[in-house]
């Protein structure tokens, strides 16, 4: 079974991305480059990190990526992102199309697929407004509510979900942990429950090691500039105390560093699949064996409350699980050492691969 998974990458990335790969000169330099960093490792398939010639990966966003294959295949560097996609796509002989990025390569691409491809399968676990996915044969991802609206729709769709990156390993086995919480990812107005939690947290930062690496909206970090503090912004700005712990975002292999110096991560889901839970921070959590705490809800199988997670309830709730836990470090290490073994046992990247051989060969 030939494979094609195409991904995209975080536009904030991009950044440490070019300067990882500041002296690559080719496709596979940058491709490698970038797989090493273990960006969305959790997502990305095991063919693809062990190079199997019959498995083919790309990152359809990545223009610079995209354009040296363009070149080194006999097309011009002008060439368009899609056409460029379906040229790798024909190269390869693709059998089954696995697309990561189908708010970018949707319906009308999926029509415009080579011959050569038998099914074609796409991951959305985030809402999608109108977006019209039926040209797609299969669609995946990790959240029942969200599943059953695809159904809804008339569309097949199926439970899937990322795995245990295996290079978090080294990672899980550091014990000097000097971050007591950490938290990362996005910031913006839009996310107020999150807003309150991280407000509430940023509290005891007093008492204990509080870092929060905040990928701030585009608003927001206008609003915190020197010309925004003149404009009337404020509801864009987050609090004080948040602002006090914030440092830069992180990704790759900084954000597992991050993690494996940290004895308890923070995660909130998303105000998108109602009491479903499931979003990659928990995989990257326990991975690098961290305790998560995280808000209460439905969460993947193993990933049980007050046995290899715990949740909260509300901000205040929040606040005081994470300083109970920081006071009793035996359980703390208890929790964690079971989230880690949790997502190694049950979600390896072997038993990925096999579900979607599986998933696959049932289209």
Request: charged share 25%; proline share 4%.
């Amino acid at each position: 079974m030939r494979v094609f998974q195409n991904s995209g990458v975080y536009a904030a990335y991009l950044q440490r991305l070019n300067m990882l790969a500041g002296g690559a000169r080719s496709f596979s330099d940058r491709l490698a480059l970038f797989l090493d960093d273990r960006y969305g490792a959790c997502h990305i398939l095991k063919p693809a990190m062990d190079m199997s010639p019959d498995f083919f990966f790309t990152n359809g966003d990545d223009e610079i990526l995209q354009r040296y294959w363009a070149v080194e295949n006999g097309l011009p560097a002008s060439s368009d992102m899609e056409k460029i996609l379906l040229s790798q796509i024909e190269h390869h002989r693709t059998e089954v199309f696995y697309n990561l990025d189908p708010m970018r390569y949707g319906n009308d691409f999926v029509r415009k697929l080579p011959g050569s491809v038998r099914k074609s399968i796409m991951w959305r676990a985030a809402p999608s407004g109108n977006a019209d996915f039926g040209a797609y044969d299969l669609i995946v991802c990790n959240f029942p509510l969200i599943l059953e609206g695809y159904r809804k729709l008339g569309w097949r769709a199926e439970y899937f979900t990322p795995a245990h990156d295996p290079a978090m390993d080294s990672y899980a086995e550091n014990r000097n942990r000097p971050i007591d919480v950490l938290f990362v990812g996005g910031y913006s107005r839009h996310h107020r429950r999150r807003a309150e939690i991280l407000e509430a947290v940023s509290a005891i930062r007093k008492d204990f090691e509080v870092y929060y690496h905040l990928d701030r909206s585009r608003l927001t970090r206008l609003a915190e500039s020197p010309i925004g503090w003149l404009l009337p912004l404020g509801k864009h700005r987050r609090p004080t105390s948040i602002r006090a712990v914030s440092r830069t975002p992180l990704f790759g292999r900084e954000l597992y560093e991050a993690i494996s110096k940290s004895k308890i991560v923070l995660n909130g889901a998303v105000d998108m699949a109602g009491t479903d839970r499931g979003n990659m921070r928990c995989w990257e959590s326990l991975g690098c064996g961290a305790l998560m705490v995280s808000d209460a809800g439905v969460y993947p199988e193993g990933m049980v409350d007050n046995v290899s997670v715990v949740t909260y309830e509300d901000a205040v709730s929040a606040q005081q699980k994470i300083v109970k836990l920081l006071r009793e470090p035996e359980r703390l290490q208890t929790l964690a050492k079971e989230g880690t073994r949790t997502v190694r046992t049950a979600y390896s990247k072997h038993a990925q691969w096999l579900n979607f051989q599986r998933l696959a060969g049932s289209v």
